[in-house]
């Protein structure tokens, strides 16, 4: 666990109660003792050095207390106060176009490792009507995915998965996007197809602040809405190689999209 996710900010006297589900977490699953410190965010993204003061057992009940300077974090390998400093200056947002149920929780639970900010569903016409039906009661699902691959990976990122969108919506979602990022933005959709593709290098540019992806689902995006998202300023983009699954070109497009704007930016 690189940072300890919570829902509330410490009290005056820098306390923090923690029970229910993540009093479990911390305390049978992670086995955290008194005395032991880590890292805990907040909403907001307040990160602060914490310290198990005591456990009630009886009561499932775990007081945290903010800890001095000096003081040892359990927390192995890169902690979040390091990640912290290394944030990314990018807000990505991902547009899945909705696949099959485990594959869109695998594809949220990477997205959110890499620092994706929002994550927005769209309901394609390759897309499984029973797929689309079921990101109805997946709120709860998502959020709970969503908080611990934010746990493991250290992301100060709070991201999201927003509502189920058709085309025309999501290339709406991304207008809006644009217009208050200006001229600081840009879009990019994986095509399999070559055609109407430009270098990936091509669609991109220093400075950028908002950038977009959007990949299909398991039968890929189909002509007409590969229109209409470059009509709405994506960029069509082939990557050479094998065909990937859906969950795959997710995480392979966030990190080429990513390694790219890096390299920009130096």
């Known amino acids: 666990m690189r940072q300890f996710l919570s829902a509330v900010a410490p009290d005056e006297k820098g306390l923090l109660s923690v029970s229910g589900k993540d009093f479990t977490h911390l305390c049978r699953v992670l086995r955290a003792k008194p005395g032991d410190m880590f890292d805990v965010r907040i909403p907001g993204g307040s990160l602060f050095s914490m310290t198990v003061a005591r456990i009630d057992d009886v009561r499932g009940i775990a007081v945290l207390q903010k800890c ?14 390091d990640i912290d400093k290394d944030r990314r200056a990018v807000e990505y947002t991902l547009f899945q176009f909705i696949a099959k149920p485990q594959k869109m929780e695998l594809i949220v639970r990477q997205a959110c490792e890499c620092g994706v900010k929002t994550i927005v569903p769209v309901a394609g016409e390759y897309s499984q009507k029973g797929s689309i039906a079921s990101l109805a009661g997946k709120a709860e699902r998502f959020a709970r ?17 927003a509502e189920t969108a058709d085309v025309r919506g999501a290339c709406e979602v991304w207008r809006r996007m644009s217009e208050k990022a200006r001229n600081t933005s840009a879009a990019v959709v994986l095509s399999e197809r070559n055609d109407f593709c430009v270098p990936f ?19 890929g995006i189909s002509p007409d809405e590969m229109a209409a998202l470059r009509n709405a300023g994506f ?31 130096r």
């Open 201 to 219: 290098s091509d669609a991109l540019f220093a400075g950028v602040t908002h950038a977009a992806l959007a990949v299909g689902c398991e039968g």
């Open 68 to 81: 001095g300077q000096g003081e040892t974090s359990v927390s192995r390998g890169v902690g979040a106060a």
């Open 145 to 161: 995915i969503i908080k611990e691959a934010r746990e493991q990976s250290g992301s100060p990122v709070e991201t999201s998965v």
């Open 235 to 265: 960029a069509s983009v082939h990557f050479a190689g094998n065909i990937l699954r859906c969950e795959t070109a997710a995480l392979y497009g966030i990190a080429a999209l990513q390694t790219a704007l890096a390299e920009l930016k």
